[in-house]
């Protein structure tokens, strides 16, 4: 497809799904801004990136407020593990809601169309299954995932209130959990955790009864859902849901990763984190209707690409050689 150029930022570019995004909009022939303080994204993520002349990386803290030129602006900029929101939680908060603040305000002053990158987690514990963004959710605003929740959920008010206020453009993603390559090994999430456990030979740590559920979106079809709301008429301004509807528990999840290893680990329990949602899968009828998006990746070829990537990472800080076989990593630079 012939895409106009266009210049575009994106914050937290060196992210996992940020830096997937930027591959994606340079391979597009756009003029990609990464910016990202680095907290949780790394300049490896983007080193495919780096010699293009189509792609710059500037380090900066959304917190502040940021001059540039920009078309369209994709605000991703946030950490997005339980582990990691919660070690700085007021920068958290902060992130989300002064980020926000500055890049509605860039979009007010520049005319660009912008897009914020919320969650499912702004449903909280849902009491209402499958989640349908008319759902105003369940969200305890004093607990140690407030931070995250609530500032994600100020976001939100804030885009709705500029669009309203001074008529901005704008794009609201309530992005499910998402998996894949360049996840940082050690950011505690669920896909990451269990594949690195198997192939380390670990103990699976599956915390309470593992029968709670999560519905995982390979992040190809993530990145593919974003690109296609940025690009939908100015009416679809969300929030619309965006995520793959099959739901999984935790112990199926760590049996099929067990299966898919041929590994010899064994699952451990722990106890379940605070505030731990029991349920979580989206509607994306809105998404189906408005982007006619709907995740293609079955789970089962999204875990074996993960698991190929984990594996090639593990080899290299051991100094051996992976034991699953990589299929060519093809990073087209425009
Ligand atoms: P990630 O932690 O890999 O990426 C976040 C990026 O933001 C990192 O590069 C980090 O360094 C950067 N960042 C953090 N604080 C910053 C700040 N103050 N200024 C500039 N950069 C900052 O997480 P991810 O999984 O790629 O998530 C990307 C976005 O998508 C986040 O906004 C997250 O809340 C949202 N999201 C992700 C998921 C998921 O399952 N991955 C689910 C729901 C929502
Ligand atoms: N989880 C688990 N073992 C782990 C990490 C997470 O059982 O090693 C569980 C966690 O309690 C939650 C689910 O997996 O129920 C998803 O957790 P994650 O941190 O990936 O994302 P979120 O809770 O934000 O959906």
């Known amino acids: 497809m012939q895409h106009l150029r266009k210049r575009i930022l994106v914050t937290g570019g060196a992210g996992f799904i940020g830096s997937h995004l930027c591959e994606r909009l340079v391979a597009e022939g756009h003029d990609v801004l990464c910016a990202d303080n680095f907290f949780t994204g790394t300049r490896d993520n983007i080193a495919p990136l780096l010699n293009s002349p189509r792609f710059e990386l500037m380090r900066h803290d959304v917190t502040f407020p940021l001059f540039v030129e920009v078309d369209e602006i994709y605000n991703l900029a946030c950490p997005a593990s339980p582990v990691h929101y919660q070690f700085d939680p007021v920068q958290t908060t ?25 969650t499912s987690e702004v449903y909280g514990d849902p009491a209402v299954h499958p989640q349908t963004e008319s759902y105003w959710g369940n969200v305890n605003p004093i607990g140690v995932r407030s931070c995250y929740d609530e500032g994600k959920r100020c976001a939100e008010t804030l885009f709705f209130d500029y ?18 390559p360049r996840m940082h090994p050690n950011d505690g999430r669920v896909v ?72 010899r680990s064994t699952i451990e329990y722990r106890p379940a984190p605070p505030d731990d949602p029991s349920r979580r899968c989206p509607d994306i009828s809105l998404a189906r209707e408005h982007l006619g998006w709907q995740p293609s990746t079955a789970l089962d070829m999204g875990l074996r690409r993960t698991i190929e990537y984990f594996d090639r990472l593990l080899a290299q800080m051991e100094g051996r050689e992976p034991v699953t076989r990589p299929k060519a990593q093809v990073v087209r630079i425009a």
């Not at 890049?103 to 914020?116: E, I, N, T």
């Not at 301004?237 to 099959?246: A, D, K, Q, S, V």
């Open 94 to 118: 902060k992130t989300s809601v002064h980020g926000a603040i500055n890049m509605l305000g860039l979009a007010k002053r520049v005319k660009a169309k912008v897009l914020q990158a919320s």
């Open 163 to 180: 669009h309203r206020q001074h008529r901005l453009r704008i794009k609201v993603a309530r992005i499910f959990n998402t998996y894949g």
């Open 192 to 263: 990451s955790n269990f594949i690195m456990q198997a192939l380390q030979g670990l103990p699976i740590t599956v915390y309470g009864t593992g029968g709670q559920s999560r519905s995982f979106c390979f992040v190809d079809d993530m990145v593919e859902a974003l690109v296609r709301l940025m690009e939908s008429g100015d009416d679809v301004t969300g929030p619309i849901n965006l995520g793959n509807p099959h739901e999984v528990t935790m112990l199926q999840l760590a049996q099929r990763i067990i299966e898919l290893t041929g590994s």
